[in-house]
C-alpha cells in the first residue's frame, strides 16, 4: 500500500481554478493506479477522475469531463487533479485514492485514501 496526501484545497469563487495534489510514498507509486473522489456535503462520496499506472489512460465523472484534469508523474510520486470553471455544486472535501489491483472508478476498489482536502466554490 501507498500512503496518501492531498493539499491544495481552499475557497475559490465560481468560475475559478484550482489545483489539487496528492503526495504518494512508498517505492510503490507506479505499480498503482489513482484516482479522485469527492464528497458533497450530505451526500455520499462520489468518483471524478481516474488514472492508469502509466497515465495513459484516464476516466471522468460526466459532471466534470471538460472542466477537471488528472495527471500524474512516477518520477515524483505525485496525482494532481486541475480544476477549471468551477461551480458551487464543485463543493466538497476530495480524496485522493490508490490501487494496485484495478482502475480506480469505484471506490471499492481503493486500497488506499488519503484524509481528504476542503474544496469550496463560493457563488
Known amino acids: 500500500q501507498v500512503q496518501l496526501v492531498e493539499s491544495g484545497g481552499g475557497l475559490v469563487q465560481a468560475g475559478g481554478p484550482l489545483r489539487l495534489s496528492c503526495a504518494a510514498s512508498?517505492?510503490?507509486?507506479?505499480?498503482?493506479?489513482m484516482g479522485w473522489f469527492r464528497r458533497a456535503p450530505g451526500k455520499e462520496r462520489e468518483f471524478v477522475a481516474a488514472i492508469s499506472r502509466s497515465g495513459s489512460s484516464t476516466s471522468y465523472n460526466d459532471s466534470v469531463k471538460g472542466r477537471f484534469t488528472i495527471s500524474r508523474d512516477n518520477a515524483k510520486n505525485t496525482v494532481d487533479l486541475r480544476l477549471n470553471s468551477l461551480k458551487p455544486e464543485d463543493t466538497a472535501i476530495y480524496y485522493c485514492?490508490?490501487?494496485?489491483?484495478?482502475?480506480?472508478?469505484?471506490?471499492?476498489?481503493?486500497?488506499?485514501w488519503g484524509q481528504g482536502t476542503q474544496v469550496t466554490v463560493s457563488s
Open positions: 512508498g517505492r510503490t507509486f507506479s505499480n498503482h493506479a
Open positions: 485514492a490508490a490501487s494496485a489491483r484495478s482502475f480506480v472508478t469505484i471506490s471499492s476498489t481503493a486500497e488506499s
